[in-house]
């Protein structure tokens, strides 16, 4: 196994269950959002407002590129990352994805505060969140080699993936 991709929707906690598992692992993190933001010399935001989706989806495709040549990295990739199939593919078969698998309930509940994300900046946030949930988890499960719950705390959590990816 050569690196850690965890993937699964906004707040399910992957940079923190990540950066954890680094420090647990001796591995190096690597959020891949601000990854491609330090590449692009802009945020996000600033992609996706200059260049589209397609531009920042693009960016994000030779990301994934990149950082599966590297080893030893934990990455939490950007929520929308996996459900394309060519960022998968570019994991496939040397990373391990590993899938935070947390009820829908549960991330509304950790991003009712949310002032960050431009999706959740809206009255109807809980139905945006679950209408991109119900999308978007069918493709993280095709995408994962492994699905670990997700709901506990960031430690318990990351003991869960240390553990069924015998790490330890």
């Known amino acids: 196994m050569n ?15 990540g950066k954890t598992l680094a420090r ?32 920042f989806r693009d960016r994000e495709h030779e990301a994934c590129l990149e950082l599966s040549e590297m080893s030893n990295l934990i990455v939490a990739a950007g929520g929308g990352a996996l459900t394309f199939e060519r960022n998968v593919q570019a994991f496939r078969g040397k990373d391990k994805i590993v899938l935070l698998d947390v009820p829908l309930s549960v991330i509304q509940y950790r991003l009712r505060n949310d002032t960050v ?24 499960l095709s995408a994962a080699d492994v699905v670990v719950k997700g709901a506990a705390t960031p430690l318990k959590t990351t003991s869960r993936v240390i553990e069924v990816l015998r790490l330890k």
């Open 24 to 55: 647990k692992t001796g591995r190096r993190f690597v959020d891949m959002d601000k990854y491609i933001e330090q590449k692009a010399g802009m945020t996000v935001s600033e992609i996706f407002a200059a260049f589209g989706e397609d531009g």
């Open 3 to 17: 690196n850690i991709i965890l993937c699964g929707f906004m707040g399910c906690g992957k940079s923190t269950v």
């Open 117 to 140: 994300r431009p999706l959740l900046q809206r009255p109807d946030k809980n139905e945006v969140m679950a209408r991109l949930y119900e999308q978007r988890m069918p493709l993280y």
